[in-house]
């Protein structure tokens, strides 16, 4: 005589349906934050607004704005600077976008044993 081990679960046992329809409303409610996050955008700035670059909330570099006059283009040392600007700029872009992320997907991420907001989700870096 074999027990079913899910007679423990009560009189209606395991109902795998409701359990497939509830992971198929979270991944759902997962796609539609994510395509709210890809809609909104976040800014980075450095040196007083010298370098201004935008990201939307996945974290993918949208623009790069530079203030006309802050730097001289044929010198190689302000280009150089220029450039490290630039990725300063885009990594506080992008802190913005994560705590953006976290505060949008972490209540659904939570759930899923992810670890935090888009751990495991499709955003690098991200939980």
Not at 14 to 19: G, H, K, R, S, V
Not at 34 to 56: I, P, R, S
Request: aromatic content about 4%.
């Amino acid at each position: 005589m074999t027990q079913n081990p899910f007679d423990a679960l009560g009189e209606g046992g395991f109902d795998m349906n409701a359990l497939l329809q509830q992971a198929q409303q979270m991944q759902q409610q997962l796609e539609e934050a994510q395509a709210n996050l890809a809609k909104q955008t976040v800014e980075g700035t450095v040196a007083g607004g010298a370098v201004t670059v935008t990201a939307n909330g996945v974290g993918e570099l949208v623009g790069v704005s530079i203030r006309a006059g802050e730097f001289d283009g044929t010198d190689p040392d302000d280009l150089s600077d220029l450039s490290d600007l630039i990725v300063a700029a885009y990594r506080d872009a992008r802190a913005k976008s994560e705590a953006l992320a976290g505060d949008s997907l972490g209540p659904l991420t939570d759930g899923l044993g992810g670890g935090g907001a888009g751990g495991g989700l499709g955003f690098p870096g991200l939980g």
